[in-house]
């Protein structure tokens, strides 16, 4: 149901996210995570507020262009399924209908940490090591 839900450039519903998160969570061994991607709508953030109960402290907003995003996922090489061009274009259409708000919702409560993408590995990771620090 995951794999069909991804090719088709959807995003998994809230719950079954969530329930995944929550299991990951609960089998860490450390109080501090990082969640890749997560909350990506409203409907997720709620969600993840409810579930686990708690609000992140931080977000990170890697911040990139859409021709940048094409370029790396189609060139990424991994095999998936959601690595083509049409399927792409509609994940960039989700992610300003559906995560943008997000964005805004942290940016407003002074949790975002906007990151700017674009660049090298190393320049990136320069940028964002300071999130890291404490």
């Given at each position: 149901?995951?794999?069909?839900?991804?090719?088709?450039?959807?995003i998994?519903?809230?719950?079954?996210?969530?329930?995944?998160?929550?299991?990951?969570?609960?089998?860490?061994?450390?109080?501090?995570?990082?969640?890749?991607?997560f909350?990506?709508?409203?409907?997720?953030?709620?969600?993840?507020?409810?579930?686990i109960?708690?609000?992140?402290?931080?977000?990170?907003?890697?911040?990139?262009?859409e021709?940048?995003?094409?370029?790396?996922?189609?060139?990424?090489?991994?095999g998936?399924?959601?690595?083509?061009?049409?399927?792409?274009?509609?994940?960039?259409?989700v992610f300003e209908?559906?995560?943008?708000?997000?964005?805004?919702?942290y940016?407003?409560?002074g949790?975002?940490?906007?990151?700017?993408?674009?660049?090298?590995?190393?320049?990136?990771?320069?940028?964002?090591?300071?999130?890291?620090?404490?």
């Amino acid at each position: 149901m995951i794999l069909e839900t991804i090719s088709k450039g959807k995003i998994v519903s809230s719950e079954v996210t969530v329930k995944l998160l929550k299991s990951a969570i609960e089998s860490g061994e450390t109080q501090r995570f990082l969640i890749d991607g997560f909350p990506r709508s409203e409907e997720n953030r709620i969600a993840y507020e409810q579930i686990i109960g708690i609000e992140p402290e931080v977000v990170l907003f890697f911040d990139c262009n859409e021709e940048e995003m094409m370029k790396r996922v189609l060139h990424r090489n991994q095999g998936r399924v959601d690595d083509n061009i049409d399927t792409t274009k509609e994940r960039f259409r989700v992610f300003e209908a559906y995560t943008l708000p997000v964005i805004r919702y942290y940016s407003q409560k002074g949790k975002l940490h906007k990151i700017n993408a674009i660049g090298t590995e190393d320049e990136i990771f320069e940028r964002v090591q300071p999130m890291f620090a404490t």
